[in-house]
């Protein structure tokens, strides 16, 4: 490929035919699996032409449009799209690409959010890919025309790599939030049960050592607490940094919870070829000397990535299905003989508090399914196929 192209620079080909050659060359070479959906030559050209004409865009309508657009999207509880897209639009690895590109415009920031505005499952977002899409369409410029599968690779790890971290930062940040609502409710019931021992102990109904085993229990969800309400703080400051959030804009509303466990178990076929094919490593290295041990290690880490995410859904799918329904009717049981007054009050705090902690268990293994989804993703370059492909 590179013979034929150094040839048609030495024969004075035109500036433009050799962008199309070597453009047709790259879909016809290693990467056209990578770039399927990429523009045709055409606008390429046209953009190219473009840039070649006008100078530089100065970044502050950029800012100004960034601006505006994360406020509309933190004036809502925040979505993972939301997320991706303030990422795309915020984050300074992305950022220095656009400056470098000629792209850092208002344009840009209305493109993006039109992109984002199709997607509506809450708990997937393919932003990243199509924002990589979208500037590598407008990107297209003088110093980087010659070396156009390299910008190609180059530009996009950097968009998937980004999409990786925000969407684990995010469901930690969700998950914490939530498991530290649910162990506030818990905080709830022991405190109940810490109160009711003291007044017993009062009126001469409880012992010396039932009013301490009452407070011990209290305490000890008292520093679970605040060890979860950190966590939370940790989480939603480490997708902060990510979104390059601060000021005012910190204050933004997590969901109230994580989004549901799907249906079915997830199967996806040929998962290692897909892999091969699409992510980066493998199609920079696909002609150097040590190709084979790259390719050894991407199916070893699909393998392995794929078992995790099998695994994660069995676990949550058993705490769903078998724990939780288990809880609640033991409950509701207690519930009945307490009313029945063949319980007493303790028993009644006691499953309360073991059920809810059921349910922070469940979100647990919900927030381990969601995170190993996105690692099988990035294992495979970024994006998963259709489930059965």
Known sequence: MSSRFHTMLKTGTSLRFVLIGSIVLLASGCAATTIENFP????????????????????????????????????????????MEIAMLNTPKLQRHYQRYQIWDADLVADISEVAKVESDPAATSLD????????????????????????????????????EVRKAYIEAVAAEQLAAMMKQVGTATQAAAELANEQYVAGAASRRDQGLQHIAHAETVKALANAQLEAVR?????????????????????????DLPSQKPVYDNLEDYALVHRFDTLTDRKSWDAWQVSIEARSEVRENYAALQTAYDIAKYQQEVVLPASQAVLEETQREYNGMLMGVYDLIDDTREQIEAGREYVETLRDYWIAEAELAQSVGGKLPEQGR
Do not use: C
């Open 235 to 259: 989480a939603r400051e480490k997708l902060n940094r990510i979104l390059g959030l601060w000021g005012d804009s910190i204050g933004w509303m997590a969901p109230e919870r994580l989004p």
């Open 129 to 164: 890919w199509k924002a990589a899409h979208l500037a590598l369409m407008k990107s297209v410029n003088m110093k980087h025309r010659f070396k156009f599968a390299d910008e190609y690779l180059d530009v996009a790890h950097d968009f998937i790599e980004v999409g990786e």
């Open 40 to 83: 045709n030559t055409d606008r390429v050209v046209e953009r190219a032409d473009f840039l070649d004409r006008h100078p530089i865009p100065s970044p502050t309508d950029y800012q100004e449009a960034v601006q505006g657009r994360v406020g509309e999207l933190l004036g809502q509880p925040l979505s993972l799209s939301a997320a």
